[in-house]
């Protein structure tokens, strides 16, 4: 199969749109991880099950397809709330295995609860501006994706806003890097551990929806595709790392896009995971992440 | 009695994947891998006994050194990562194996019929067992036997220094480390051997379903293989098999009680185990206490010492 | 027995060793000595292989620590205790010291019984090295229940397992009372007595002053004296370097 160099920058432009939901929900595992240093695999999930509930509620109330861009969000954060207390806030704090055991549960949950509220059928959500579709010299770009990818960009700034020139912030940030000490300064732990939940709950969800919105689509067999390559996308950017998950998120994107252009796609994932295992062997700190402490 | 056969055979061969993420949960190692090795037991002792019509003792011994080998192979790189990373390295290896499997088509002509891996197809017709007039309560006592030696083998690491390397190894590498413990060698090695268990389980597993294909080995399976010893408890073999006992019987039998909501009990439950039990089912303690009583049982027969 | 050349270690801007020189003779108990952060742990890091030395070499007898893995410096003869204590709280006493367990030169076992194997004269020393610690009796009680004063004499007792020509250690004295530093010293002197040689990293002065031979102070990484016990106690850099000088100073000096 020829390619022509065409093809492989219009397959890249394509790749970076879609890559900036991958930098969503990496962002999301990130700032999850990155507060307890524990992981959330229903993390995903809860995103795509916020997606369904603003969509359903559209039908329920008769309300604006622009509604379910707002209702999934806000539930998304709020089953985040609700995953923290179920999974992580009564743990003990050295434990790692029984909350990711616990999330694992709820993922499974999740999964389930979608399916039946569903009949395990895919449902179609409302596009953003599906026609719109320009042209840059000889490359097209969707202009839904475009569209996408500039919320992402929003998304991320008012994060980054938040984590870094705000209160609650600060205490995210203090409580990752020193419980302990943070608890003893007075910052209230299991309420800025809460809201870093919801935060990332709420990102989720808008990466849930946008996602439903560029494939058309929400479907159950969403979330384990969306767990791992959240997954690697927090890998490869490094642990803990908000600028690294950001970065990473497009670069998978791309390498995603790129190797479904070469090889099709039944072996397109085959060439993903050896990206991530070969990153892992060579950087095992991700593109950004700072050096593996030791106890 | 067919049914009760059937549920043996499911506890079993999940047991063998319980214990060889166990193997590797007791160096500290959370490995997502499992089901990757499951699955390249079960294609390699498959395809020996359908393509090159193989003995089923020889199949799955190879098959178990084939997985124990790419165990080997991973073993290396998984050293380099810790915990979160540790798990999405071993997630992308076993979505490896399983895509690889996916798109392999080996179809060969035996005795006049097609046989083999047929990509998206499945693996077919692995029917050793039913050619060679083994029946079902063979193959489900094969099982067994094959699980009680992992069992006691498992056990014994425990009387043994090696079981407490192990440990050491996951509680603490740094100590281990200046304690002249060798992290390379002992993590590769308990890797390894978590492969050939679970290259056996796999054999097991194609041998006794007659048909594999790419669903069966999904992440999903690779998160119960991890789940049967953290909910059991890493303190002794025993917890993981009760473990598998208690989530494949609510699975199976809760069908009749809660039909289709089944798996939606089920992660709920999970839920409330770990928020209850964090340290799994059986812990130190009750390990402990359980040894007492039995301590106290045996000696009850004899006069008040 | 063990040199330490130019040792040099920079955590990025931190300079914690800068310059280390000091040899310790086969037999004696040296100390090292300074205030908070003059780089007392990392010299034992850098000792034992946590941390590899952006300068400087270390020696014992002769052969360069630097290209030998952490675990492989037990081999060469190298043990530590730790400063914060790292049992390996899940297993028993016994198993910590089986962990670390090496025979005795000449009376080593094959492969397989190392690791598989259940040797009864084995068993007959880790219990003699239990008693000798005072833990003869709590063989199978959990590492993380006994109590603290146990718990320092079990680390000590591992990192005597493996038969070290040096052991490091590492603050052992730490949040220990009067009676328990009393006995510490009595171990410390057997150890001597038995032939190891023993870096000692302490802020107990009660045990510094009591056990060992020579000591060496460190002040922000660098050498600032060396000499006998009386020497040091008397030294004015030692004085200034804990206490600040005479003219900032608001009591007496002690």
Redesign the interface.
């Given at each position: 199969m020829n390619f022509d160099y065409i093809d492989i920058i219009q397959s890249l432009i394509d790749g970076v749109l879609f890559g900036s939901i991958y930098a969503l929900i990496g962002l999301g595992f990130t700032l999850i991880f990155g507060a307890m240093h524990k992981l959330n695999l229903a993390y995903a999930a809860s995103s795509i099950a916020g997606a369904y509930t603003g969509l359903m509620s559209l039908t329920i109330f008769g309300l604006p397809p622009l509604m379910a861009f707002i209702i999934g969000p806000v539930m998304s954060g709020a089953i985040g709330l609700v995953l923290y207390f179920a999974c992580f806030r009564f743990m003990p704090r050295g434990n790692h295995l029984a909350p990711l055991m616990a999330s694992i549960g709820a993922l499974f949950f999740i999964d389930e609860v979608i399916i039946h509220e569903t009949s395990g059928s895919p449902m179609s959500f409302p596009a953003i501006l599906p026609d719109a579709y320009f042209f840059l010299g000889e490359f097209g770009i969707r202009g839904d994706l475009l569209l996408v990818m500039g919320f992402s960009f929003i998304l991320m700034a008012i994060v980054m806003l938040l984590l870094y020139r705000t209160k609650l912030g600060l205490g995210t940030r203090a409580t990752s890097q020193q419980p302990v000490a943070a608890l003893l300064c007075g910052i209230p732990i299991h309420r800025t551990n809460s809201a870093t939940f919801i935060l990332a709950g709420v990102l989720g969800g808008f990466a849930g929806c946008l996602l439903a919105a560029s494939v058309g689509v929400l479907s159950p067999l969403l979330t384990l595709p969306l767990t791992v390559k959240g997954l690697i996308v927090t890998v490869i950017g490094g642990l803990g790392s908000i600028r690294g998950a950001i970065v990473a998120g497009f670069a998978v994107g791309a390498a995603e896009s790129i190797f479904l252009l070469v090889r099709g796609v039944n072996e397109r994932d085959i060439y993903v995971f050896l990206l991530l295992f070969l990153f892992l062997v060579l950087r095992p700190n991700g593109l950004f992440g700072t050096t593996i402490n030791?106890d | 009695m067919t049914y009760l056969l059937g549920i043996l055979q499911t506890i079993g061969v999940h047991t063998l994947l319980g214990l060889s993420a166990y193997l590797l949960l007791l160096t500290g190692q959370l490995s997502l891998a499992q089901v990757g090795f499951f699955a390249i037991g079960a294609y390699v002792s498959g395809i020996l006994t359908v393509i090159f019509s193989w003995n089923i003792f020889a199949a799955l011994a190879l098959g178990s050194l084939m997985a124990g080998f790419f165990a080997f192979l991973v073993g290396f790189p998984a050293l380099r990562v810790k915990g979160l990373m540790l798990v999405v390295a071993t997630i992308s290896f076993s979505e490896i194996v399983r895509l690889f499997f996916f798109n392999l088509s080996w179809r060969v002509n035996v005795n006049g019929v097609e046989v083999g891996p047929d990509s998206t197809q499945g693996f077919r017709e692995i029917r050793y067992f039913a050619a060679n007039g083994w029946e079902q309560v063979h193959i489900v006592g094969l099982i067994w036997f094959v699980v009680m030696v992992v069992m006691l083998a498992l056990w014994w690491l425990d009387?043994?220094?090696?079981g407490?390397?192990l440990?050491?190894v996951g509680?603490?590498e740094?100590?281990?480390?200046?304690?002249?413990?060798?992290?390379t060698m002992v993590k590769v090695a308990a890797m390894t051997g978590g492969g050939v268990i679970a290259g056996i389980g796999g054999g097991l597993f194609a041998h006794s379903t007659t048909y594999v294909d790419h669903h069966t080995f999904v992440i999903l399976l690779a998160t119960f293989a991890v789940s049967y010893p953290i909910i059991g408890g890493l303190r002794s073999v025993i917890g993981t098999l009760l473990a598998v006992i208690f989530i494949q019987g609510f699975i199976i039998e809760g069908l009749r009680f809660m039909g289709d909501y089944r798996n939606l009990i089920f992660g709920l439950l999970i839920i409330l185990v770990m928020n209850l039990r964090p340290q799994g089912l059986l812990d130190?303690h009750l390990v402990a206490d359980v040894r007492k009583l039995l301590a106290r049982l045996t000696k009850g027969g004899k006069a008040d010492a | 027995m063990l040199e330490v050349r130019n040792l040099v270690k920079h955590f990025g801007g931190v300079r914690a060793v800068d310059g280390l020189d000091f040899k310790i003779q086969q037999g004696e108990v040296f100390g090292l000595i300074g205030p908070n952060g003059s780089g007392k742990s990392t010299t034992v890091n850098l000792v034992?292989g946590?941390f590899a030395p952006t300068d400087g070499e270390i020696l014992l007898d002769g052969i360069n620590l630097g290209a030998i893995a952490?675990?492989?410096r037990?081999?060469a003869g190298v043990?530590?205790t730790?400063q914060n204590i790292?049992?390996?709280?899940?297993?028993t006493v016994w198993?910590?010291l089986?962990?670390?367990?090496?025979d005795q030169p000449g009376q080593e076992q094959g492969w397989v019984s190392?690791?598989?194997?259940?040797s009864p004269a084995r068993r007959q020393e880790i219990q003699r090295l239990l008693e000798f610690s005072g833990l003869g009796d709590k063989a199978d009680h959990?590492a993380s229940n006994l109590a603290f004063g146990e718990q320092r004499r079990l680390e000590l007792a591992?990192a005597m397992?493996?038969k070290p020509k040096l052991i490091l250690l590492d603050e052992p004295a730490a949040g220990m009372n009067s009676a328990e530093i009393k006995d510490l010293c009595e171990r410390v002197l057997t150890m001597k007595e038995m032939g190891m040689t023993v870096l000692l990293v302490e802020h107990v002065m009660e045990l510094v002053m009591n056990v060992t031979d020579r000591i060496t102070v460190l002040n922000f990484g660098k050498p600032i004296a060396q000499g006998t016990p009386i020497e040091i106690q008397n030294n004015k850099l030692v004085q200034e370097a804990y206490f600040g000088s005479a003219e900032n100073a608001h009591g007496g000096v002690s």
């Open positions: 030791r | 009387q043994v220094r090696a407490a390397v440990r050491a509680t603490d740094l100590a281990a480390q200046s304690s002249g413990i060798n992290l130190g | 034992c946590v952490p675990h492989n037990v081999d043990a530590r730790f790292r049992l390996f709280g899940e297993l198993q910590n089986w962990v670390a367990w090496r190392n690791w598989f194997g259940r959990l591992r397992a493996s």
